[in-house]
């Protein structure tokens, strides 16, 4: 390919290698307009709906919950908001627990149904989300699953209270 | 990223202990950094993936060691996504000024750190902070 050839069949080689040249760097330029190509480690709320539908797809809520249509807000007051890779993730892992949570206090439920909440609730720490629960914050989570394996839920009670949504 | 913890293993894990040694689960300062995007990126919030429990009951502080021209703004929003106390901003020159983003807090409220660019110029490139949140 590298021969010298005659000029009309140099240039064709030359075009032959800058044509896709050309076109790769205009792509590139373009991915670099792009706000999820400039700044990679944020994204869209389209995109953190996504991670979060993947993320609940594996997850089985509480008997009466079901995930929300719209899990994360595209603004806030109505400024956009980008989400930091794997916010929708641990989001769909939150709302997980906080379904479990409810159940395992639920006086409606019976003395088995709240056992078995009880011990979904203990594969927390399996989940993402206490893989990026910051680690100052996760002993207390860890003595919420203690003392609720014990049979002391004021611990998810109080979880509930401060943190978990509305049953959807 | 956002905000990238920068304490090691084993720290962490020391910090760990100590927390489960005192049932009180006391609050203390923990180092925080991040990138704040720029330019003219003042109108769009970035929220961390990392939720954070607030330990015993009362405040919670920032301060930077380190920032840049552009500032940044803060406010922290719970896991029920309404926000946690008020929002306040740094400009580019206060560094190690502390200001209260909440008060009253009760110990085991879960709560994201959200940050934006402060003087929403176009001339800035993106830029990093280091700093201290006290909860």
């Not at chain 1, 395992?104 to 979904?120: L, S």
Request: glycine content about 8%.
């Amino acid at each position: 390919m590298f021969v010298n050839r005659s000029g009309a069949s140099t240039s064709a080689v030359n075009l032959a290698w800058v044509l896709p040249l050309l076109a790769a760097a205009s792509v590139l330029l373009t991915a670099c307009g792009q706000p999820e190509a400039k700044h990679p480690t944020y994204s869209s709320a389209d995109v953190a709906t996504v991670e979060y539908r993947a993320e609940a797809a594996g997850l089985t809520l509480a008997p009466d919950w079901t995930w929300p249509q719209e899990p994360i807000p595209p603004t806030y007051q109505g400024s956009e908001i980008r989400y930091e890779k794997g916010y929708g993730k641990q989001a769909a892992d939150q709302y997980w627990f906080c379904s479990w949570a409810v159940r395992a206090v639920e006086t409606r439920a019976g003395t088995k149904e709240r056992a078995e909440a009880v011990q979904q609730l203990q594969t927390l720490p399996s989940k993402y989300y206490f893989e990026v629960l910051n680690p100052h914050s996760r002993p207390y989570v860890l003595k919420e699953l203690q003392t609720a394996r014990e049979g002391n839920l004021d611990l998810v009670r109080k979880d509930i209270e401060l943190n978990c949504p509305e049953r959807k | 990223m956002a905000i990238v913890r920068r304490l090691g293993l084993t720290l962490a894990i020391a910090a760990a202990g100590a927390l489960i040694a005192s049932p009180a689960y006391a609050a203390s300062w923990h180092a925080i950094s991040g990138t704040v995007y720029s330019p003219c990126s003042g109108h769009i919030w970035y929220k961390s993936t990392n939720p954070r429990t607030k330990s015993g009951d009362g405040a919670i502080k920032l301060q930077f060691s380190q920032l840049n021209p552009g500032g940044v703004t803060w406010k922290l929003i719970r896991q029920n996504g309404l926000q946690l106390g008020v929002t306040q901003s740094w400009a580019g020159t206060e560094e190690g000024i502390t200001r209260t983003l909440a008060t009253g807090v009760n110990g085991g409220v879960t709560f994201y750190n959200m940050f934006k660019e402060y003087d929403g110029q176009c001339w800035h490139h993106d830029y990093s902070f280091n700093g201290s949140e006290y909860y």
